[in-house]
């Protein structure tokens, strides 16, 4: 069973920067594709950026094209999402989600096996 756990976010004004963090205990994720996803409030979750396991494949949002940069670490188990200029309508909670698929693939949609709890960004002044 792979547990994901978030971490990283917080209150940030706009403008301002955060890095999110998405680690698994007890599992390697080297070979998982993973997505970041959001979901504000009254609103359907939104695909934001994906990594494929080989680091290979990128995909973002276009609405964060430019501001978000998402990457991994395998000795840290760990992949992030850094997000840069970040705007009020970037509050959120963000999710992380893996699922084990080709070296080379990964998808913004929601086509992921394995989510985490989320963590909430809150962009206000």
């Known amino acids: 069973q792979v547990q994901l756990v978030e971490s990283g976010g917080g209150l940030v004004q706009p403008g301002g920067s955060l890095r999110l963090s998405c680690t698994a205990s007890r599992f390697t994720l080297d070979y998982y594709a993973i997505g970041w996803f959001r979901q504000a409030p009254g609103k359907e979750r939104e695909g934001v950026s994906c990594?494929?396991?080989?680091?290979?494949?990128?995909y973002y949002a276009d609405s964060v094209k430019g501001r978000f940069t998402i990457s991994r670490d395998y000795a840290k188990n760990t992949v992030y999402l850094q997000m840069y200029s970040l705007k009020p309508e970037d509050t959120a909670v963000y999710y992380c989600a893996a699922e084990y698929g080709g070296s080379n693939w990964c998808t913004i949609k929601s086509e992921y096996h394995y989510w985490g709890q989320g963590t909430q960004v809150t962009v206000s002044s």
């Open positions: 990594i494929s396991s080989s680091r290979d494949t990128t």
